[in-house]
């Protein structure tokens, strides 16, 4: 089945402690991206990537590193996570860029406290 | 920037009514327009896809529509049912510099459907 899985799908963690969220797509996407989703502010991307080894920032990068060390994982890098990027993230890919259809994940819940 | 805009932000209506949901967007300049599906807590479920090219897309009791020129997009659902309750996002593909092409979501429709 042509999917986008994320995990984990929920964590509570607490300030500082490094954390990674992965993402993984079987479809053979070109194209990945990271959203974040807050109430009153809608979906904004973090971080997108057009290729191996291209990863770019999206509207709002600040406390977040990407990776693309190969074309179906793009994982979601807090270094040190505050309570402001508690949040729920979406991580997506489509084949590539422009005129293609995007398919999201599942979504994992963050909370830092 | 581009900005999406949906009105209205929430919207009850009884089962069975045919209802239209409203997106905007200020840069008439984009390569598509996705219409999504999101459930309480759950992922985004992709509806419809217009090119920048088409007029409308259609889906079982779902028609999209883009006029482009005046930065619009509709989403019409037919003979409403409870199950349609969810909230329904409209996303455009838009350039944003460097080769790359940027989703932009507006915030929502949040539907009710009342049995």
């Known amino acids: 089945e042509a999917q986008v899985t994320q995990n984990p799908r929920y964590l509570i963690t607490v300030t500082g402690k490094k954390l990674t969220v992965t993402c993984s797509q079987n479809m053979n996407h070109e194209y990945m991206s990271w959203y974040r989703q807050d109430p009153g502010l809608g979906l904004r991307q973090i971080y997108y990537?057009?290729?191996?080894?291209?990863?770019d920032k999206g509207d709002v990068p600040e406390g977040y590193k990407v990776s693309r060390k190969e074309k179906r994982n793009f994982p979601l890098i807090l270094e040190s996570p505050s309570p402001n990027q508690t949040s729920l993230y979406f991580c997506a890919s489509s084949l590539s860029t422009g005129e293609n259809e995007q398919f999201f994940g599942p979504g994992t819940r963050l909370t830092v406290l | 920037k581009q900005e999406v805009t949906q009105i209205p932000a929430a919207l009850s209506v009884p089962e069975g009514e045919n209802l239209v949901l409203n997106c905007s967007f200020t840069?008439?300049?984009?390569?598509?327009l996705q219409w999504f599906r999101q459930d309480p807590g759950k992922g985004l479920t992709s509806l419809l896809l217009?090119?920048?090219?088409?007029r409308e897309q259609t889906s079982g009791r779902l028609n999209a529509s883009l006029d482009k020129s005046s930065g619009r997009s509709t989403l019409y659902i037919a003979a409403s049912q409870p199950g349609d309750s969810a909230t329904y996002l409209c996303?455009?593909?838009?350039?944003?510099?460097?080769?790359?092409?940027?989703?932009?979501f507006g915030k929502g429709t949040k539907l009710s459907v009342i049995p």
């Open positions: 217009i090119q920048s090219s088409q």
């Open positions: 996303a455009v593909r838009h350039y944003s510099g460097a080769g790359s092409y940027q989703l932009t």
């Open positions: 840069d008439s300049a984009i390569y598509n």
């Open positions: 990537s057009m290729n191996v080894e291209v990863t």
